[in-house]
């Protein structure tokens, strides 16, 4: 089992109810319709991600490598990424990950809660 964040490029939304309609037409569009290559912001919050956290392709030291799937780099398509982590890490990693998007200026959403991040709690 995984858990899932997507992060991309834009204005954030006014709210979660907002923030979803987003991600579902995001989704649709670079998911569900195919990949383009990722854009030099998303790539370089993957590269800031893989400096925390090794790639699942990297090691075989699970502890650090949270990560479903791999390379992450193949998750993003365009202004977009869409990715998983290991369920048991969900909490530690989908914080962390938020507070990077923050830091790079990118909207980071997280579907299962249908919730906006980082929460400021998390900040």
């Known amino acids: 089992m995984s858990y899932d964040l997507a992060v991309w490029e834009g204005d954030r939304p006014a709210d979660n109810a907002a923030a979803l309609t987003t991600f579902r037409a995001l989704y649709e569009r670079y998911v569900e319709k195919g990949s383009i290559p990722p854009t030099p912001r998303?790539?370089?919050?993957?590269?800031?991600?893989?400096?925390?956290?090794?790639?699942?392709?990297?090691?075989?030291?699970?502890?650090?490598?949270?990560?479903?799937?791999?390379?992450?780099?193949t998750e993003a398509s365009g202004p977009f990424i869409?990715?998983?982590?290991?369920?048991?890490?969900?909490?530690?990693?989908?914080?962390?990950?938020?507070?990077?998007a923050a830091e790079h200026g990118l909207v980071c959403f997280d579907p299962q809660l249908g919730l906006l991040r980082p929460a400021p709690e998390e900040l």
Do not use: H, K, N, Q
Not at 52 to 67: N, Q, S, V, Y
Not at 82 to 100: H, K, N, T
């Open 82 to 100: 869409y990715f998983p982590m290991v369920y048991s890490r969900c909490e530690e990693v989908s914080a962390g990950a938020a507070r990077v």
């Open 42 to 73: 998303i790539r370089t919050y993957v590269e800031a991600l893989l400096e925390r956290w090794i790639d699942l392709t990297e090691d075989d030291d699970d502890e650090r490598r949270p990560w479903s799937t791999g390379p992450l780099i």
